[in-house]
């Protein structure tokens, strides 16, 4: 079992309708090793700027997060402003300041190098392949991305799909990608274009997962409170990403297991700002939200006499 | 087994994204009994107009649901008017014209009054009342209202909640009956009002039942092309009785998987105008998809050493 992702890591601003926070903790590296961390060996390949306050990430190392590969060179850290209005499916950005993050080039350890399952943070599809240049054999590459490389870097993009198992995006990325409205037919358009599976994140209305032979779909776990949905997708990949490195399979069954723990994990994430829910949760919690979840959705077949 | 069905037989005149339709068969009554006779023995309780085209109801009868208590008396049929944006889930009406139906009153022949299983559609709660009096011990009883009731007419509401075992409505009718934003915490303050179990149709959202002791959450099944949602939520209840009448049961995985036929009957109702779907539809084809709906959202508790 290991689980390497390369992302960013950085210092968000944000404003919901339920309040608002400077310059906390965020990042998809972050968000996505604080929840596969909850189930597995986690190491993280990303740049912080000095004036990333140290102390931060204190609780992903104690959790066993390896953090070597992170980092830290004169500048500031990435930055991020967004602001959600009650429609909490769409965050508006107000500020992009990549900073220590524009010349950044990933790196792999000798570690890293050996990791049996990858995720590829949203960054430029170039960088995601000098990823994949360096990983030495890799059992399973998921990669997320976003409408800025979709239409900047699409040849980019359209090369690192092939070596793509699981393409993990959410349901406008994917009919932006495909030039498609439907959402299903999108995902088999994705896999056209190379990806093996495909999984739309689709916020409140639960997630999607498109396999050669199958389709799932989960709902979204309901919460009473969504405070802020920041992160919820790089959550959602890290307890889908922690699962399998955790159950060692990418089998069909593992594959919905996992598309659920990720709707678990993001349910958690969504109910506080920055990572505040994330740092104290434990697997006992997730695995009660997971097996509530199991119980909420669960139903049997129709006896055969109905037909 | 039998079920009866109270409420509105119209002719709809109704406008979407994907066409119109003019003066075509609808009506509360219609919708359910077309979903419940797939499953089984529905008598329907109604009026019409002597403007009614006779052979409207023909399918209905052919899959034996019985319209003896389907009055035709002089006037007009009850018409409905509406159109949906591309955001589907809401209707705007243009215009609704009560016609025969403003002087209805529902009188229950010696068969109906012996009807183990009674749906209340969306009328006047005094007419529901009325009908639960001449009923003769109903083993369950379903009803369904609307804004205009829940403001209109409270305090018959209120006196006929307690009567009713599954209060059926959309998620923004529950909230402003219980003057509660959240889904869940207003549906716990229906059954304060006296409902045993809650259902809440969430349109694309799916549907939330909320019984004494658990609730259950099914999602939409996921159609490519909804072409007129309208009778979505009468289809659905004509699934979800139909089907506890036919299993003759009310246990908690009967309700789920009534819940989900309603769902899946449902889905086929929004796929073309008016009743159109649901008019060649058999059992076979709904089963078929209630199995696909089942495989599409399944999924394995997590292992022991998970935790």
Redesign the interface.
């Known amino acids: 079992m290991s689980l390497l992702v390369v992302g960013s890591v950085a210092l968000d601003s944000v404003e919901t309708p339920f309040g608002k926070r400077d310059s906390v903790l965020g990042g998809s590296a972050t968000y996505f090793s604080a929840a596969a961390s909850l189930?597995t060996k986690v190491s993280v390949v990303g740049v912080v700027g000095d004036d990333f306050p140290s102390g931060d990430l204190d609780f992903l190392q104690k959790r066993g997060v390896d953090l070597e590969g992170l980092e830290k060179v004169p500048g500031r850290t990435f930055r991020w402003k967004g602001k959600y209005g009650f429609d909490l499916n769409a965050a508006q950005t107000l500020d992009t300041q990549l900073n220590v993050f524009e010349h950044f080039s990933p790196r792999l350890g000798p570690k890293a190098r050996k990791a049996e399952r990858i995720f590829l943070g949203n960054i430029d599809p170039e960088l995601q392949l000098r990823v994949l240049e360096q990983a030495e054999n890799p059992r399973l590459v998921c990669a997320d991305t976003m409408n800025f490389w979709i239409s900047g870097k699409r040849a980019s993009l359209l090369k690192l799909l092939p070596r793509v198992d699981v393409l993990m995006v959410n349901d406008g990325e994917v009919r932006q990608l495909a030039g498609e409205a439907?959402v299903?037919?999108a995902a088999h358009a994705a896999q056209r274009l190379g990806a093996k599976i495909v999984v739309v994140k689709r916020g409140?209305?639960?997630a999607?997962l498109v396999d050669q032979e199958?389709?799932?779909?989960?709902?979204a776990f309901?919460i009473?409170d969504v405070i802020d949905p920041t992160g919820a997708g790089d959550s959602f990949a890290g307890g889908f990403l922690g699962?399998l490195d955790?159950?060692d399979s990418k089998d069909p069954?593992a594959l919905?297991?996992a598309?659920?723990?990720g709707s678990t994990i993001a349910s958690f994430t969504v109910e506080q700002f920055s990572l505040d829910r994330l740092r104290g949760l434990d697997?006992?919690q997730v695995?009660r939200r997971?097996?509530a979840f199991?119980?909420?959705?669960?139903?049997?077949?129709?006896?055969e006499h109905?037909?």
């Open positions: 189930l439907n299903i037919k409140e209305y639960g999607l199958q389709s799932f779909y989960s709902p309901p009473a699962l955790r159950l069954a919905r297991q598309t659920v723990m697997l006992a695995r997971f097996d199991r119980a909420l959705v669960h139903f049997e077949e129709l006896p109905v037909a």
